[in-house]
């Protein structure tokens, strides 16, 4: 396997950073999840310019043109012969000194992986997941703002622990208010009365790109859909239940914290939603 390291092709095995970087050290960075369809990277553009304002935000400045790191994304991808995957692109702050500051920290490390990925076997995609609302709650969108999509995941990976803990593959995560903000690595949207609802990116959601390809793929199916807050009562209550990611797609949800959502099958419109998702991959991609 190829690694994309600062500029170079290298072999995974040879493919390391310093211990002195302060994405190692600090979580000082920023990533990305692609993925990789039939030959073409799945919204490509998008993911590089939710990467700009990541980086943005942290004062972090990419050393490379959106362009560069688009040649360099799929260059990896076809030094690996890959034509389905999930692509991990990774920028940290760089090599530093043992302190918070990042004075002297740099050049920024530009990481490219390119590997096979299957987060959920196809079988829960028939039988929908089982979900459960953790303690751990969303980091204050405050504290850091939830649209920057940082190397700090300890939040998360907590929650995920935690349902784990307790025999579920994913946890639903709620912000300071007590309202829903996502799961760990996904959105999270419900049907109630034909209407879809999604939390606002306020709530403590990411600004996931699937989540907008499912708010375009409603408009396509005349399906009315509001950025809401919504509580653990709404999932509870919720006609259909679906998670929205990366690498999970668009995966059905049948269970919230033990209520059996719907009839315990996914739903018509979930199942509807997640036809034309897959349609789409195909077709909304960059070459290779
Ligand atoms: N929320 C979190 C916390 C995530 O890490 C992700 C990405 N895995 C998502 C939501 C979904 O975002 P996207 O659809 O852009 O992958």
Redesign the pocket.
């Known amino acids: 396997m190829k690694i994309y390291l600062n500029g170079e092709l290298v072999n995974k095995e040879d493919a390391m950073v310093s211990v002195f970087d302060h994405g190692l050290l600090y979580g000082d960075g920023v990533f990305e999840?692609i993925r990789l369809y039939d030959g073409c990277v799945f919204k490509l553009d998008e993911h590089l310019e939710r990467l700009e304002y990541s980086a943005k935000a942290i004062l972090l400045d990419l050393p490379l043109s959106r362009q560069e790191i688009a040649d360099a994304v799929c260059q990896t991808c076809r030094a690996n012969n890959l034509s389905n995957g999930y692509v991990r692109l990774v920028v940290t702050r760089g090599v530093g000194h043992l302190g918070l500051t990042p004075d002297g920290c740099g050049p920024p490390s530009v990481i490219i992986i390119a590997d096979d990925i299957q987060l959920y076997p196809e079988e829960l995609y028939e039988k929908g997941l089982k979900i459960i609302s953790v303690p751990t709650r969303r980091i204050n969108a405050s504290a850091l703002p939830p649209a920057v999509?940082s190397l700090n995941y300890l939040n998360?990976i907590l929650a995920k622990i935690e349902a784990k803990k307790v025999g579920f593959q994913e946890a639903l995560m709620l912000n300071d208010k007590g309202e829903i903000a996502?799961c760990?690595?996904?959105?999270v949207f419900v049907l109630s009365k034909g209407v879809l609802y999604t939390p606002p990116l306020d709530a403590g959601?990411?600004r996931?790109?699937?989540?907008a390809t499912v708010m375009d793929i409603a408009k396509d199916l005349e399906v009315p859909c509001l950025e809401q807050a919504l509580t653990r009562y709404d999932l509870w209550t919720a006609e259909e239940c679906f998670l929205?990611?990366?690498?999970a797609e668009v995966i059905p949800c049948v269970e919230v914290d033990h209520r059996t959502v719907g009839d315990g099958e996914p739903g018509a419109v979930t199942k509807s939603f997640i036809s034309k998702f897959r349609e789409k991959v195909c077709i909304d991609g960059v070459k290779l």
Do not use: Q
Request: proline share 0%; no cysteine.
């Open positions: 999840g999509k998360n996502e760990t690595g996904d959105n959601s990411l996931g790109i699937t989540r929205t990611g990366t690498a």
